[in-house]
């Protein structure tokens, strides 16, 4: 087994949360502070922090406090260990998806 697969582990955990998931992709845009990440969601400030939280200990995030302001941005590279776990998926359905169209070319009548 891959040495990252215990980092995948706790980046699939933190992801697994929409709440999470929506925040992320957010903060693929630009950093952000916390009060503007809350304000799309029906929740109140301590539980978005909590989910703060759990992304920062999975290293998906990083924060920064300035004085009163936390501003959060997503940790370059985080989300590599998933890319890399992705391509090790794709590439056996890939060999299956040409030795299925290698069959179908070999046993389809010609003209039809």
């Known amino acids: 087994m891959p040495k990252y697969h215990d980092q995948l582990d706790v980046v699939l955990r933190a992801l697994a949360d929409p709440t999470r998931r929506a925040v992320v992709e ?28 759990v992304l920062e200990d999975a290293g998906v995030v990083t924060s920064q406090k300035h004085g009163r302001v936390r501003t ?13 776990w992705l391509g090790e998926q794709r590439t056996p359905a890939e060999h299956q998806a040409d030795r299925l169209g290698l069959h179908l070319t070999r046993t389809t009548p010609k003209g039809t």
């Not at 957010?26 to 939280?53: C, D, G, I």
């Open 72 to 84: 959060v941005s997503l940790r370059p590279g985080a989300l590599d260990v998933l890319h890399l």
């Open 26 to 53: 957010r903060l693929a845009k630009s950093p952000a502070v916390v009060s503007e990440l809350a304000a799309p969601f029906s929740m109140a400030l301590p539980s978005l922090m909590q989910h703060l939280r």
